[in-house]
């Protein structure tokens, strides 16, 4: 049962163009979400965040938008630059339930920045 | 203000033999989050901790697989009798607590079972 869904497995960007990533998750206990870069032979890297009563956080070049609704997320990045290349992974965790605490994972996106 | 910690990076073991993995937590954090990257995979969710408390077990085999994390020293991953599907990136992240806060990463751990 996959709660959190990156149903892109790659996307390919020119540089300095607008990068968007999607997610979607199921579980309605989910409140809180997380985006992670990561790049080969290394750890997962915070990038950005956002809970449940928003539905927009900016930092920097990065954007994360929340649908509640829809149960949608989504990552931006403007403007794109190659060593933003990575695998991105969206996580959630709720406040309950089999969700209480950990982060549930989507798949991952690979991101392939072009100069 | 040091990151998570983990060792080794990289650990080799026969069949049949045990690996341990260690995770320090990044200052200040009392919650400890193991998960694993097998190839071509995403992140799975292993097991969540607390200082001398499991939490959620509910993603870690049933059986030869263990964690711990004690009052005083790191949380210990401790695989048994290893086989070779066992072949996979181990990461340890650690957060101040569970409610809306970040979870931090380490670098991880590859075992190989050769």
């Known amino acids: 049962d996959q709660q959190v869904k990156q149903n892109s497995p790659s996307l390919s960007v020119q540089e300095g163009r607008i990068s968007i990533l999607n997610c979607d998750y199921t579980n309605s206990m989910f409140d809180y979400f997380l985006w992670y870069k990561k790049y080969p032979a290394e750890g997962p890297t915070f990038l950005i965040s956002i809970s449940s009563i928003k539905d927009k956080n900016e930092d920097g070049r990065f954007t994360v938008f929340l649908n509640k609704s829809a149960k949608h997320l989504s990552l931006h990045i403007v403007p794109s630059q190659p060593g933003d290349s990575a695998v991105y992974f969206c996580a959630a965790k709720g406040r309950g339930g089999t969700s209480y605490g950990k982060l549930t994972f989507g798949q991952g996106t690979i991101l392939t920045v072009h100069p | 203000n040091a990151g998570v910690m983990q060792n080794p990076r990289h650990l080799v073991r026969r069949r049949g033999q045990e690996a341990r993995l260690r995770c320090s937590p990044m200052k200040g954090h009392s919650h400890v989050y193991w998960y694993r990257q097998l190839p071509e995979e995403g992140l799975k969710f292993m097991v969540y901790l607390q200082k001398e408390n499991i939490i959620d077990e509910s993603g870690m085999p049933k059986e030869r697989f263990s964690a711990e994390f004690p009052k005083e020293g790191p949380s210990i991953l401790r695989i048994q009798q290893v086989v070779r599907g066992d072949s996979a990136a181990y990461f340890c992240?650690?957060?101040?607590?569970?409610?809306?806060?970040?979870?931090?990463f380490g670098q991880g751990t590859r075992l190989t079972v050769v």
């Open positions: 992240a650690s957060s101040q607590g569970a409610g809306n806060t970040e979870a931090f």
